[in-house]
């Protein structure tokens, strides 16, 4: 079975620097997805970024980026210019590859980020 | 969109009790997952679905939990008696649930407390 690990249960960081939030996971799979997903006080869970695991380049959005060490089985995420609004639980998530249909997500415990202003 | 719908967003009940949590998935997925939320043990499956169909419910605690998608808009998850290890969030997610990379969209959660 896959398993998803995030070592830090909290973190903090600065108003404007920069921070990374690691993650590690096991699978036999070759292919696969993953995620890191935002969960503010609102409980809500807000997709942050994902990475196919064919993909060698690591992806992208904004302030977000990931540091995909397929090899290591390592998916961490680094926040730019942090924000206030940045503070949330995060957590990394995995995902099987299929040809049809969905899959599940298997999630890590958390991280808890906090920003300072 | 609306994005998924779950109702209640609270519910308090006291221990013995039954209780309905549902779902109005985005339309168009055929994907619909139920995830659980606790402190102690996170974010766990419980059961998803494709096209209605149940695919998945190992993570499904016990008789006491049931699951139904009797149509594409709908979905309840059940608890029969509760308890109050029962305590915790439940999301819904769905997904279009088509080959491919895509997303899982999760509703705003519910909020079960069993007294």
């Known amino acids: 079975a896959q398993t998803v690990t995030q070592s830090q249960p909290e973190m903090s960081v600065q108003e404007a620097e920069t921070v990374t939030l690691s993650c590690t996971y096991d699978?036999?799979?070759?292919?696969?997805?993953l995620f890191w997903y935002k969960q503010p006080p609102s409980r809500q869970m807000i997709l942050v970024i994902r990475?196919?695991?064919?993909?060698?380049q690591n992806a992208t959005e904004n302030r977000f980026s990931v540091n995909f060490q397929k090899a290591a089985k390592s998916f961490s995420l680094k926040i730019s210019d942090s924000q206030l609004g940045d503070a949330a639980m995060y957590f990394c998530?995995?995902?099987?590859?299929?040809?049809?249909?969905?899959?599940?997500?298997?999630f890590g415990k958390g991280t808890k980020l906090t920003v300072n202003p | 969109d609306a994005g998924v719908i779950q109702s209640p967003r609270h519910e308090v009940t006291e221990m013995g009790q039954e209780v309905t949590l549902r779902c109005k998935p985005i339309?168009?997925?055929?994907?619909l997952f139920w995830y659980r939320q606790t402190m102690m043990r996170g974010l766990e499956l419980l059961i998803y679905?494709?096209?209605?169909?149940?695919?998945?419910d190992s993570g499904m605690p016990e008789d006491r939990f049931s699951a139904k998608m009797p149509n594409a808009s709908f979905s309840t998850l059940k608890i029969q008696p509760s308890e109050p290890r029962d305590s915790a969030v439940y999301f819904c997610?769905?997904?279009?649930?088509?080959?491919?990379?895509?997303?899982?969209?999760f509703g705003p959660g519910t909020r079960l407390t069993v007294l």
């Open positions: 997610a769905s997904s279009p649930g088509t080959s491919g990379d895509y997303e899982q969209f």
């Open positions: 339309s168009g997925h055929n994907s």
């Open positions: 699978t036999s799979e070759s292919d696969y997805y």
């Open positions: 990475q196919e695991a064919y993909k060698q």
């Open positions: 679905f494709n096209n209605n169909v149940p695919i998945d």
């Open positions: 998530a995995y995902r099987r590859l299929t040809q049809g249909g969905s899959e599940k997500l298997v």
